[in-house]
Structures are given as C-alpha cells and as structure tokens.
C-alpha cells in the first residue's frame, strides 16, 4: 500500500486555545477513514489544516510524500485535495451547472471540452443531472449536500475530505448518499469521512480516528473503536445518531 496522507503531529491553536493538539495518524491510497468526535472536538479545523484553509501552528501535512504544510489551499487543490464544507457554501445565484463547471476549473486545470466531461461524470455520479440548470439558492437540503458533494469531485481529487455530508438529512437520504460514497470509492478516491451519523459512517469507512479536545483518543477499525471503552465515555450518555446542535 502506499502511503497518500500523513499528518505529522499537527497543532492548531487560536489564541490561547489549542483546538488541535499534536495529532498524527496516516491514510493509504484507497483507504476510507472515518472521524468521530462531539462538537469542538477540533475535527473541522483538522480538515482546514489539511485542505490547507487554516495554517498549522505546527506539526507537518505530508501528501503524497511532499511537504504541503506551507502551500495555499488552491495548489493542494490542484495536487489532489478536495473538499466539502460542513455549511455548504453554493454559489445561490448561479446554476447547479455552473456551480459544477467553476469547481472542475478551479481544480485541475483543463480544457472547457475536459471540464464539459468532467462536470457531466460528476452530475450524473451525484444524481443532479435532472437539475444541471437550477439556481443553486432554490436547491432543497439534500441536493445542497449533493451539490456541495459534486463540486468537490469536479476538482477531481484523489483525496476527498468530508465534513459532516450526511448531517441533517432523512434515513432514507442518507441511503442514497451512502450509494454515492461507495461508488466514489469504487473509483479509487481515498476519503476523509467526519460524521456523527455513526451508522452511516461505520458502514462505508475501513478505519475510525476517534478525536476529543483536540487531541486523537483512539485509532482503529470501527468495530473496535465503537466498541472501546474510550468511545463509551466521549459519547456517554449522547445518542450518536442525534443530529448534534451546533
Ligand atoms: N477561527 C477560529 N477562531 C477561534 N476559535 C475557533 C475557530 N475555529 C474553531 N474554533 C474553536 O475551535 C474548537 C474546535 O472547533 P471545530 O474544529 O469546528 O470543532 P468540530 O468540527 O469538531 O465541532 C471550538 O472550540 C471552536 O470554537
Ligand atoms: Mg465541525
């Protein structure tokens, strides 16, 4: 296997606060990794460290065996991170289309012929092909998520960071989000997966990362983690399928 992602003892602090607190753990390529942790835990700001939106305060981010701690989020971009952001972030008054079209050309940069095929994979893959040509602000929740969801696959990563995609949705969206998460890992993309839908996440990932105050509380595969006495006493007494209050 090779090694796609090492974190390498990152730390984030703002202020006073250390939000992240030497966390160091390795994806391999292909690998789908989960991240489990409540609210604050510090897990959106690990996925800002490493799709390069936040500077480390130290520590390193290794991809593909370089150094991208010092590189701005648009060039990790380009070598193969893409994101999703907890809170989609469309732009309203554009298309579904051309929301799709902007991300495919702000990532890899390629031909509007490439970026053409690439958005229309990305559609068909996300199941938004019937709305291509709807504004964005009109979209209902779950074809925001999906929208939020093709926009980072049009930069066509091989790293896929997720933050909380799932949130908010019905059982039965869920289901179908689930559908589209395999199939994107089917085609080889390694994911980063953040989600307190711990049913929906165990049932896609090959490993859990388990993160509280910031700091990594256990690594494993999501049988032994959901089953740790440390997951027990971070989630005591909370119903992990609630969606949290945030
Ligand atoms: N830009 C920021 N400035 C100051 N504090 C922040 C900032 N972003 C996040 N935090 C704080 O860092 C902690 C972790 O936040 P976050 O990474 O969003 O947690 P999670 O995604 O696990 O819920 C929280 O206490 C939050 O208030
Ligand atoms: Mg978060």
């Not at 380009?78 to 799709?100: L, W």
Request: aromatic share 6%; hydrophobic share 45%.
């Amino acid at each position: 296997m090779t090694m796609l992602l090492k974190v390498d003892k990152a730390v984030k602090e703002f202020g006073a606060l250390r939000v992240c607190n030497e966390i160091s753990f390795e994806i391999q390529a292909g690998e789908a990794l989960g991240i489990l942790g409540p609210n604050g835990a510090g897990k959106t700001t690990l996925l800002n460290l490493i799709a390069g939106d936040l500077p480390l305060t130290s520590g390193r981010i290794l991809f593909n065996d370089q150094d991208v701690s010092g590189q701005p989020a648009n060039k990790r971009c380009t070598m193969g991170i893409g994101r999703t952001s907890q809170i989609p972030r469309p732009f309203t008054g554009m298309t579904v289309y051309e929301n799709v079209l902007l991300a495919a050309q702000y990532g890899r940069r390629k031909s509007e012929a490439d970026s053409y095929h690439v958005c229309r994979d990305v559609l068909a893959l996300t199941g938004l092909l019937p709305l291509w040509n709807t504004v964005a602000g009109n979209l209902r929740l779950l074809d925001r998520k999906r929208l939020e969801l093709a926009r980072a696959l049009a930069t066509q990563p091989s790293l896929l960071l997720l933050d909380e995609i799932a949130g908010g949705l019905t059982d039965h969206e869920v289901h179908d989000l689930l559908a589209i998460l395999r199939q994107i890992r089917a085609q080889g993309v390694t994911i980063i997966w953040i989600e307190h839908i711990v049913h929906a996440l165990v049932s896609v990932v090959d490993r859990i990362i388990a993160i509280d105050f910031g700091t990594l509380l256990i690594e494993g595969t999501p049988d032994e983690v959901i089953h740790s006495e440390t997951f027990r006493q971070v989630y005591f007494g909370i119903d992990t399928d609630l969606e949290p209050v945030t």
